[in-house]
């Protein structure tokens, strides 16, 4: 008898984030739901704080709280599917390594967010910024803070989803956890959309406490994604 | 098994809280700055400071509960985190009492320990709800085992990130360059912090033996076929 054979984890990476991607595209599940939910935001928000245009911390804090708040839609959904069609059952049949399905499921989110971004950011910048210029730095900043949500939402959506009341139980967890993130993502974004064109007090101590995070949590979710799989 | 070396514990307890007390109000000078109300200080700053480890001690149990897949280690990591939320509400309450009288509000928002805290806090708030929506006692217990390491490296992260988007108001106890304490200070604040980590440990211990006693009456009513009153907590682990 030949030892078993192990698919490399590398593969199965990209059938499971292109199982999920490729059945995003199809039933449309989450993202549009997420990008309706943002705009109509920023619409609450342009009659909740009687402004037309916005700079500095208050652009920073509508943007970011949207996009959070946005970013819960799509954690919730993560692996409601797993979930309900067996998905996990596959998972642990299959012979491979499982921190795959959290790289991939991670992978996903991260797509979701960007796509996400790449729709409601503009709208954002054509509702309430005078100009685009901070647009092309504030990229960066989403990116990284991305990477956060992905990893630390991908860890609690997996964990809330086998809950009685797993709507409520993400964003609950969720929220206080990401709370770092969202102080670093604030400031480094409240001086890019500054009146008067972008500015980088203190951009690149932000960008390091961002990394950190992110380098932190997905080792985290490395570590112990395996344990929420047993059984 | 629980109970032995409790009564010692107690009694060593006392001695410490008596003794860190008398040394608060009798040999502890009065600050030269804030007057009386800053001996709150030696309540709170061991408070925050045994809560913090505690949290962190909880995120080991559940390490260790997650290599050995012993339950016992779960029960350890909920009743270090369950005490340490304790402790929590007691730092929150005295924070507030200090900052109302030293800075004359009862919450200061640029006060990165306050803020740092209560986001801690608030997380670990979240971890009832967490293990009371996952029924299985199995996969509740692995669950929060995860909670509580997620939550041990997010303890010293948040307070890296809520010190750097803050102004620096608060009193560092230690490590700066002119503040420091004088030494009969920090005589006084070394007993209380022992105090109040003794009282932790002996909570902790008072909790861990009343859980199992209560699990053995339990075990042994079900041999003797008796009926089980009321269902007990369904959150708390049971412990063997």
């Not at chain 1, 839609?73 to 390594?97: H, K, T, Y």
């Amino acid at each position: 008898m030949s030892a078993p054979r192990v698919t490399p984890t590398r593969s199965a990476f990209a059938a499971i984030l292109g199982k999920d991607l490729r059945a995003e595209l199809r039933t449309l599940q989450s993202l549009p739901a997420m990008a309706l939910f943002a705009t109509t935001t920023f619409v609450i928000f342009r009659f909740g704080l009687d402004r037309t245009s916005l700079s500095g911390s208050l652009a920073s804090g509508v943007l970011w709280a949207t996009l959070l708040f946005a970013a819960l839609l799509g954690v919730n959904r993560l692996f409601v599917a797993e979930r309900e069609e067996g998905g996990f059952d596959a998972i642990r049949l299959a012979p491979i390594d499982r921190t795959a399905l959290f790289a991939a499921k991670a992978a996903a989110l991260l797509v979701y967010l960007l796509v996400l971004e790449l729709v409601v950011v503009p709208i954002f910048a054509l509702f309430f910024l005078d100009s685009a210029t901070a647009l092309a730095p504030l990229a960066l900043v989403l990116l990284l803070a991305d990477l956060g949500i992905a990893a630390t939402g991908t860890l609690i959506s997996s964990m809330a989803v086998h809950s009685r009341a797993r709507d409520l139980l993400g964003p609950l967890v969720l929220l206080p956890l990401v709370v770092p993130l969202m102080i670093a993502a604030t400031g480094a974004t409240e001086p890019l959309l500054a009146v008067g064109g972008p500015g980088y007090e203190r951009f690149g101590t932000w960008l390091a406490v961002l990394s950190l995070y992110d380098l932190i949590f997905l080792l985290v979710g490395y570590a112990v994604f395996d344990f929420l799989l047993e059984d | 098994m629980y109970g032995k070396g409790l009564r010692p514990l107690s009694i060593a307890t006392v001695v410490a809280i008596a003794a860190a007390l008398s040394l608060v109000f009798f040999y502890a000078p009065l600050d030269a700055d804030q007057g009386f109300i800053q001996k709150i200080f030696y309540l709170h700053v061991p408070l925050a400071i045994t809560a913090l480890v505690g949290f962190i001690v909880g995120g080991v149990f559940a390490v260790l509960h997650l290599r050995s897949g012993n339950r016992r280690w779960d029960a350890y990591s909920y009743v270090s985190i369950h005490m340490s939320v304790i402790f929590g509400v007691a730092v929150l309450i005295t924070g507030a009492i200090w900052a109302k009288a030293s800075w004359g509000h009862w919450w200061v928002w640029d006060e990165p320990t306050l803020v740092s805290f209560l986001i801690v806090f608030l997380m670990y708030a979240t971890y009832y709800p967490f293990r009371y929506a996952i029924e299985d006692p199995e996969r509740q217990a692995r669950y929060a085992s995860v909670f509580a390491v997620t939550a041990g490296a997010f303890v010293p992260l948040n307070f890296m990130a809520v010190r750097m988007a803050e102004s620096l108001v608060h009193p560092r106890t230690f490590g700066t360059a002119n503040g420091g304490l004088p030494g009969s200070m920090m005589l006084t604040f070394l007993v209380c912090l022992a105090a109040i980590a003794l009282l932790w440990v002996t909570l902790v211990k008072l909790e861990l033996t009343a859980k199992s006693a209560s699990g053995q009456l339990k075990r042994l009513r079900r041999a003797l076929d008796a009926p089980t009153p009321g269902a007990g907590s369904r959150i708390a682990p049971e412990v063997s």
